[in-house]
């Protein structure tokens, strides 16, 4: 996986974001040019208990090239036994940790964002999964738990052979309150020699250039929900509302066929969450009738009616 190569090019990545980052939504993100993609996050623990829904997370569609899956857990063996399989069953092109997730679940089993206070098992966890899989391993920071440095911690990522940081430039205590540091981000970039992808609060094609000129690749995550055309705008491409409409469209009928087999009216509700923000624009009674509806055609109306309304980033 050349990450650096992929950041020479003008672009976005699209972040990992839980219940939101499925097959059909990278696949939007992609065909709009998104450098490349990462799945939700997956519990190695789930996964090597044959969990149905770590292995439904682990579902990539045909047509996705560049497959790279996110990894939580607290034991580095634990993490590289079930980045081997994940690797074998999906054919992965590289395992990204999940170092950064401040939820208390996850925390309190010693993983996400637990690692960022334990240099050694994180830098071990990189090095066997590496050596497991024989895959480039990216992994997912925050500026520290509490805001201490995570220089010492990003310098044994890259001995332990780590191929690229992301990093969320807030803290995990902060969760997702306040601005996210980007000059602390750069600061990061400064004291490694591996690229660096930057994440938070990137909104707008003025966010992205500003983030880029500080020599960071970006990644987007709430940004590009309802608008995954975002990732085209940042590549300085005009996208017009009909192409937008038309977008959120294929969005949702491609949704419901990846769904087909929990049934239509399960898979239509699961789009909630993207269909609200495809309407982010409407009135508030309109999009109250949408988000109830169990009819994809008055969803379609509605969508073809708001989709990209709010103008462009
Ligand atoms: C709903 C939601 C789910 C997320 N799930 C994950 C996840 O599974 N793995 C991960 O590394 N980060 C996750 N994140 C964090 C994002 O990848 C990103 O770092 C963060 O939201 C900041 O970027 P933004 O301001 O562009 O949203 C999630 C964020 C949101 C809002």
Redesign the pocket.
């Known amino acids: 996986m050349p990450f650096a190569a992929l950041l020479e090019r003008e672009g976005a990545v699209l972040?990992?974001?839980?219940?939101?980052?499925d097959a059909p939504f990278r696949l939007l993100a992609s065909g709009f040019g998104a450098l490349w993609t990462?799945s939700?996050?997956i519990m190695s623990r789930s996964l090597l208990q044959g969990s149905q829904g770590a292995l439904e997370l682990l579902r990539f569609h045909p047509a996705e090239g560049l497959r790279i899956a996110?990894l939580a857990g607290s034991d580095p063996e634990e993490v590289a036994e079930a980045a081997e399989l994940a690797a074998s069953l999906a054919g992965l092109r590289a395992i990204?940790l999940?170092m950064?997730?401040p939820m208390p679940k996850v925390v309190s089993r010693g993983a996400g964002a637990a690692l960022l206070d334990d240099p050694k098992r994180a830098a071990r966890m990189v090095e066997l999964v590496r050596r497991r899989t024989g895959l480039p391993v990216s992994v997912?920071l925050r500026l520290g738990n509490r805001g201490e440095s995570v220089l010492p911690l990003a310098l044994a990522l890259q001995d332990a052979g780590a191929a690229l940081l992301?990093v969320?430039g807030?803290t995990a205590r902060q969760r997702?309150g306040g601005r996210?540091d980007w000059n602390k981000i750069a600061a990061v970039a400064a004291a490694v020699s591996l690229p660096v992808v930057g994440?938070?609060?990137?909104?707008s094609v003025r966010d992205y250039r500003q983030r880029r000129a500080l020599g960071l690749g970006v990644?987007?995550?709430?940004?590009?929900l309802g608008r995954p055309w975002i990732f085209a705008e940042v590549r300085g491409l005009a996208v017009d509302r009909e192409e937008k409409r038309e977008a959120a469209l294929r969005h949702l009928r491609l949704h419901l066929s990846w769904y087909e087999q929990h049934g239509q009216t399960r898979a239509l509700r699961a789009f909630r969450g993207h269909l609200g923000h495809y309407l982010a624009a409407a009135p508030a009674a309109e999009r109250r009738r949408a988000m109830k509806s169990e009819d994809p055609a008055l969803v379609e109306e509605s969508l073809w009616r708001w989709a990209g309304a709010e103008g462009s980033a």
């Not at 994440?199 to 909104?203: A, K, T």
């Open positions: 972040a990992p974001m839980a219940s939101f980052s990462v939700e996050m996110q990204d999940n950064g997730c997912k992301r969320h807030r997702y996210a994440s938070g609060d990137v909104r990644a987007l995550a709430r940004g590009a």
